[in-house]
Structure formats: C-alpha cells, structure tokens
C-alpha cells in the first residue's frame, strides 16, 4: 500500500508593491525648514497629496502633487514643504496618499515620523500657508521674515511649471538681521484655477543664481 501524498503547497504570493512610497526624507532623520519631499507613486491621473502634521493633527503644510505617471504606470513625485520654523525641535508626521476616483476621498495612504529642527532659513514665509486660497485677480499678502544681504528679496508667484507670472521686490525691515517683511501681489484676473507657488528667494550678486528659496503652495479660484 503507497503511502499517502502531501497535496503541494501552493507558492507563497508575492506582497504587491505600495502605490506611494516616500524615498526622501528618510524616516526617523531630522532636517530643516523648507526641505524636499520625494518618492514614487503609482495613482489614479498621477495625483497625490502629500502632508505634513503635528501631534494633534495640526496640518503644518498640504501638497497637493503630479507624479510623472499614473494610472497603472508607476512614477516619481518630488515637492518642497516649507512652513515657519518651530521654536524648538519637534516630530513631524509625513503623510502621502490618493484621492479615490470615485469621491475624492484619501486612498492609499502611507505615513512616517521625522524630526523638524528649530534652524531658522535665511528666509520663511509666514502668509500665505500652504493651501490657502486665493481669488483670482484678489490681492494677496506676502509677509515674512528674512536676514539677507542688504535686506533685499524677491517675490514671486509661479505657475506648476515654475514659469513666473509676476515678481515683486521687497525690502525686509532691516539689513543684515532677521527682520520682518510685507507686500502686496495683485493675483492676476483670469489665471486659471489650480495651485501655484509663492516663492521669496535672493540673488546671487556673484552670478545672479537663485538662493535662499522658500516655496509656499497656495489654490487659485477663477
């Protein structure tokens, strides 16, 4: 009499691979104000959001972003968070997820712990925050604080290509200290609705190159 077979296991399956992934920063490391964001994605027309959160819930800074593809086709996402600096070391909670193409609400959801440090940038914004929103053809205040070389900066609001469409010069309140600083953009009447970036930055006086960037995600209404 044969003794009885096994019946074979069947092969252990594969996990799938996460929709979004966060590749930058690495969790548990600390970094400063503004700082990248980065990873790949795999979602519903390439969109995401990414968000930045304190204990509590308190939303810091909320990105919403393109990966270079979606919809089957996995892609890469990057974007700056960037909201003022903590007065002391503190963690942050970074979340990415999708919008479900049925009723917009979050999908896919992943989420990692870092550490904010207290460093202070050369420049910050303090209005806008990211995702406020704007009329077009509204005025917007621009406020901050800045310790740059002869005070001096500029304002600029880009479109999601990083084209400016209008750039305001700005003098901080004093030279060669932190100090405050404020202006007026006219949002341009019939700019489409979508998100754009508020961006204070400096020039180069050795090479006219851009420094000291510091970009805030706002949502224009037309």
């Known amino acids: 009499m044969r003794p009885p077979t096994s019946k074979p296991s069947s092969a252990p399956t594969a996990e799938a691979d996460p929709l979004i992934s966060f590749e930058r920063p690495v969790e548990g490391t600390t970094v400063s104000v503004p700082?990248?964001?980065?990873?790949?994605?795999?979602?519903?027309?390439?969109?995401?959001?990414?968000?930045?959160s304190v204990a509590g819930g308190g939303i810091l800074c909320a990105l919403d972003l393109l990966a270079t593809s979606g919809s089957g086709t996995p892609g890469t996402?990057?974007?700056?968070?960037?909201?003022?600096?903590?007065?002391?070391?503190?963690?942050?909670?970074?979340?990415?997820?999708?919008?479900?193409?049925?009723?917009?609400?979050?999908?896919?959801?992943?989420?990692?712990?870092?550490?904010?440090?207290?460093?202070?940038?050369?420049?910050?914004?303090t209005t806008p925050v990211c995702g406020d929103i704007v009329d077009a053809g509204q005025l917007l205040a621009v406020t901050g604080r800045a310790e740059v070389f002869e005070a001096a900066l500029t304002i600029e609001l880009r479109d999601a290509s990083g084209t400016a469409l209008l750039a305001q010069q700005v003098v901080a309140d004093e030279c060669c200290v932190e100090s405050n600083f404020a202006v007026l953009l006219s949002v341009p009447a019939g700019l489409a609705a979508g998100s754009y970036d508020v961006v204070a930055f400096t020039t180069s006086a050795v090479d006219g190159s851009i420094q000291n960037e510091f970009p805030v995600q706002i949502q224009v209404r037309s």
């Open 77 to 125: 996402w990057q974007g700056t968070i960037a909201f003022p600096p903590p007065e002391s070391a503190g963690s942050v909670t970074l979340r990415a997820y999708a919008h479900s193409a049925k009723d917009g609400s979050p999908t896919d959801l992943v989420a990692q712990t870092i550490t904010v440090s207290a460093e202070r940038p050369a420049i910050f914004l």
């Open 35 to 52: 700082f990248l964001v980065a990873g790949s994605a795999n979602t519903f027309e390439a969109a995401l959001t990414v968000e930045a």
